[in-house]
């Protein structure tokens, strides 16, 4: 089906900056959205940003607008997450995901049904 492996995670101070990286494979109808979400212990999983890989279309949450970016490069099958003027608020662990199309591509987990393992990013203050 589809493989996701999130990597680039790491510790930085607020104010820092973090690039995320998502290698998928498999069936690339099954990727038509990816979308980044992150997750405390004991929290919901939290949608971050989403793009329609057909269109290149973006999508962010309200909490990230501004200062992360979303984005792919289709010839590498990579989605990618560049988080600029971390916060520690900003503190999870991140993971990549993707579903195919015939479905909403927002920022509700559960409109997603392949998931990487995730990366943990921290950031201190």
């Known amino acids: 089906q589809v493989q996701l492996v999130e990597s680039g995670g790491g510790s930085v101070q607020a104010g820092g900056s973090l690039r995320l990286s998502c290698a998928a494979s498999?069936?690339?109808?099954?990727?038509?959205?990816m979308a980044w979400f992150r997750q405390l212990p004991g929290k919901e999983r939290e949608g971050v940003a989403r793009?329609?890989?057909?269109?290149?279309?973006?999508y962010y949450a309200d909490s990230v607008k501004g200062r992360f970016t979303i984005s792919q490069d289709n010839a590498k099958n990579t989605l990618y997450l560049q988080m600029n003027s971390l916060k520690p608020e900003d503190t999870a662990m991140y993971f990549c995901a993707a579903a195919p199309p015939l479905r909403v591509c927002g920022l509700s987990h559960t409109g997603y049904n392949y998931w990487g393992q995730g990366t943990q990013v921290t950031v201190s203050s």
């Open positions: 793009i329609l890989t057909g269109s290149g279309n973006t």
């Open positions: 498999g069936s690339t109808y099954s990727r038509a959205c």
